[in-house]
């Protein structure tokens, strides 16, 4: 799809376009809006699935009154892929939002127009949409304002389409997107998903807090799928992939622009993910993460064997609780003594800081390669909990190289 050449008597390649992406993500842009995409007049098409009686071959789509911001706009008009008449909905609960479908069925719905809210919220008909197909062209529709809990509990949608999210104006600011696809069986997120929305920020929840937490199908996400977001703060990436057992390894700069991600930034990102090694460079641009910044990030991940040098050994604003129970309970896992500095950073890495420590490499059980552990102990602290930080029967001289020189109450 990259490759099409672009006719030369269609969109030149200054159009608005082209306008959304930087300089070095022209290959991106032509992958998401090709030039026959782009030119297609096509709004945002999702697909449902419905059988049995009339109550059940009813479909009503779930749109929302206001944001934090205020309030939502709607006259847009909707295709409900049956032949019939097209519905025109002018307000959030407008009747026309609903279609009742003369016989059961796969439907392609497409709205074109001013839809600038949506959410399941895990409530209403979200059991019949089975696919997002499209996003939508850019002027066909017109983007969104408010997407948080926009597919929760769509618990037979298998993809979320192709193309990036329209945003409608400022796009979606601080109720960002909050539980967007939790416990979907989707397998992958789109390239440049996200990547419409740049003024999205921090507020009652994290940007991306929960957003793909129980897709236990997801297998992969790709480079870049957070760069826009450069804005967001305090929790963040909040249990963002929070039980995705099918996860595979990120990639080594997905946080390279979220500078900013402060309190409670990965508080549980993978807790629980099927991950088996985690690259060095996840964090190297995350210096501020703050208390209960990397709280139980990785813990639990039943597959975890390795992580890279110098992981956490970037974020210079710590706290309590920052390093909670951050590898805890994982049975496969190598501990890695370059974990949270380089080699001879014992003196300076902790230095005047206030650090949480507590139960941060504890298990019960061991089945994996023999690591050794970071020498926390020799380290100079402000403060420090360091309670049960090696904690555990799963650690022992068998799994630790240098488990007999921890000292008391590291373990």
């Not at 002018?90 to 003369?102: E, F, I, K, P, V």
Request: charged share 10%; glycine share 12%.
């Amino acid at each position: 799809m990259g490759t099409t050449p672009r006719p030369s008597n269609l969109l030149p390649a200054t159009s608005r376009h082209d306008g959304y992406f930087p300089k070095e993500d022209k290959a991106a842009h032509d992958l998401i809006y090709p030039w026959y995409q782009v030119n297609s007049n096509r709004g945002f098409i999702t697909k449902w699935t419905v059988a049995g009686d009339a109550a059940a071959r009813t479909i009503t789509l779930p749109l929302i009154n206001a944001r934090t911001e205020g309030s939502l706009a709607y006259d847009c008009w909707i295709d409900w892929g049956d032949g019939t008449a097209l519905s025109h909905v002018l307000t959030y609960n407008s009747a026309a939002r609903a279609h009742a479908y003369a016989a059961d069925g796969t439907y392609n719905v497409e709205i074109k127009g001013t839809c600038e809210g949506w959410s399941f919220a895990n409530a209403g008909d979200k059991l019949k949409i089975v696919e997002v197909v499209y996003w939508g062209d850019p002027g066909i529709h017109n983007g969104w304002k408010y997407l948080s809990g926009a597919f929760y509990g769509c618990t037979n949608l298998r993809s979320l389409g192709v193309g990036s999210i329209l945003a409608s104006g400022t796009g979606v600011l601080t109720d960002g997107f909050y539980t967007f696809a939790t416990s979907c069986p989707i397998r992958e997120i789109p390239v440049g998903l996200f990547w419409l929305h740049p003024n999205l920020t921090t507020g009652t929840n994290g940007a991306f807090d929960s957003a793909f937490a129980a897709c236990t199908l997801l297998s992969q996400v790709p480079v870049g799928t957070f760069k826009a977001q450069t804005l967001v703060t305090n929790s963040a990436f909040k249990s963002t992939f929070n039980a995705c057992t099918a996860l595979g390894d990120p990639p080594a700069d997905l946080y390279r622009y979220n500078t900013l991600v402060g309190q409670d930034g990965f508080y549980h990102t993978y807790y629980g993910a099927g991950c088996v090694t985690i690259p060095g460079d996840l964090h190297k641009y995350n210096t501020v993460t703050g208390p209960g910044g990397h709280n139980a990030e990785f813990a639990t991940m039943p597959n975890l064997a390795t992580v890279g040098d110098g992981l956490l050994a970037h974020s210079t604003v710590l706290g309590a609780f920052c390093f909670y129970q951050c590898f805890a309970a994982c049975p496969k896992l190598a501990i890695n003594p370059l974990t949270f500095y380089a080699a001879g950073g014992e003196a300076t890495r902790f230095a005047g800081k206030t650090v949480g420590l507590e139960s941060c490499f504890s298990r019960t059980t061991w089945a994996g390669a023999q690591g050794t552990a970071p020498a926390l102990w020799n380290c100079t602290f402000g403060t420090v909990v360091s309670t049960t930080c090696f904690a555990g029967t799963g650690n022992t001289v068998s799994s630790i190289s240098n488990y007999n020189d921890i000292t008391a109450g590291w373990k």
